[in-house]
Structures are given as C-alpha cells and as structure tokens.
C-alpha cells in the first residue's frame, strides 16, 4: 500500500520560511517522519512539492488506481484553486487536506478552503505532527475496511 505526500507553493522553504508560523521543521524531516511511520505498518510514501498549480493537478490526476490516499498540503491554492478542487473530485483516492497553522485564527481569506467540500477531512493548526495525524487516519481507515 503507498501514500502520496503532496505539498504545495513555497512549502519547499520550511523551516527557513516564517517559523513562528510554520514552525522549524524542513520540508525532508516531515517527509522521513511520516515514511518512518508507514513503513512500520508495511506501507510505503512517496512525496511531491510544487510550486506549480499545474504539476500539482497533474499529480493528482496520475494517482488514481496507484494511491490508498493524498496527504495534501496546498498551501495557498486552498483559498484560491478550483482546477485542484476539480482534479480531487475527478480521481478515486480520498485526501486529507493538511495545514500546518490554524487557517481559523489568521487572515480572513485562509479561512475558507475550495478543496476541503471534495476532501475526506481536514487536519489545521497541529504543525508538522498533523501530516503524521494524517498518515494514522488512513493507515486507520484501511484496518477497519480489510479487518
Ligand atoms: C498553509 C496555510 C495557507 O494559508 C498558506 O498559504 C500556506 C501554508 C499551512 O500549512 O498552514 O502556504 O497551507
């Protein structure tokens, strides 16, 4: 069974990028955390940033058949993208849309995500543990399906 790892824009600077909102932790360190995690439970990861909305879309598309569910941070296309909104709601893999800070206690516009309708769920505010939350939630929903 794999999962895919997929981040979005200027996710590739974490750990340099606004810390105090972000928190410390690289983009490789999240990446090793949660393919530790899997690789307990036999599961494997693969992983994909883009600062580009396309190759993204792109992603997703090719997931279908291959995936057992998208761990999907996208950043700021969240408030903004209703071609990934259309990709996710095209494909057969559920997503878990992950956020790093609490988009409910900042800027108005990160409150609403156009993705989270189409997604399975929705992980906001735990830093970089809620890609591991993340990673739990499917491992979790495939031992209830098979068991
Ligand atoms: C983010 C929240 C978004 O609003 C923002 O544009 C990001 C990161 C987060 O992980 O908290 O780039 O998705």
Same mark, same amino acid.
């Given at each position: 069974?794999? @999962?895919? *790892?997929?981040?979005?824009?200027?996710?590739? *600077?974490?750990?340099?990028?606004? /810390?105090?909102?972000? &928190?410390?932790? !690289?983009?490789?360190? =999240?990446?090793?955390?949660?393919?530790?995690?899997?690789?307990?439970? &036999?599961?494997?990861?693969?992983?994909?940033?883009?600062?580009?909305?396309?190759? *993204?879309?792109?992603?997703?598309?090719?997931?279908?058949?291959? +995936?057992? !569910? #998208? =761990?999907?941070?996208? $950043?700021? +296309?969240?408030?903004?993208?209703?071609?990934?909104?259309? $990709? #996710?709601?095209?494909?057969?893999?559920?997503? =878990?849309?992950?956020? *790093?800070?609490?988009?409910?206690?900042?800027? /108005?516009?990160?409150?609403?995500? @156009? @993705?989270?309708?189409?997604?399975?769920?929705? #992980?906001?505010?735990? !830093?970089? =543990? !809620?890609?591991?939350?993340? $990673?739990?939630?499917?491992?979790?929903?495939?031992?209830?399906?098979? &068991?």
């Amino acid at each position: 069974n794999q @999962l895919l *790892l997929l981040n979005g824009p200027n996710l590739n *600077l974490l750990g340099k990028r606004e /810390p105090h909102i972000y &928190g410390n932790s !690289g983009l490789d360190e =999240i990446e090793n955390e949660v393919r530790m995690l899997l690789q307990k439970h &036999g599961w494997e990861l693969s992983s994909f940033q883009s600062n580009h909305e396309g190759e *993204l879309i792109e992603a997703i598309q090719k997931s279908d058949g291959k +995936y057992k !569910g #998208i =761990i999907f941070n996208p $950043a700021a +296309y969240t408030h903004t993208s209703v071609a990934l909104r259309d $990709a #996710i709601s095209a494909v057969d893999v559920p997503v =878990i849309e992950v956020h *790093l800070s609490n988009v409910h206690n900042r800027e /108005p516009f990160r409150r609403e995500s @156009l @993705l989270a309708p189409v997604c399975w769920g929705q #992980i906001s505010g735990l !830093g970089a =543990i !809620g890609y591991s939350v993340a $990673a739990h939630a499917f491992l979790e929903m495939h031992k209830r399906k098979d &068991g």
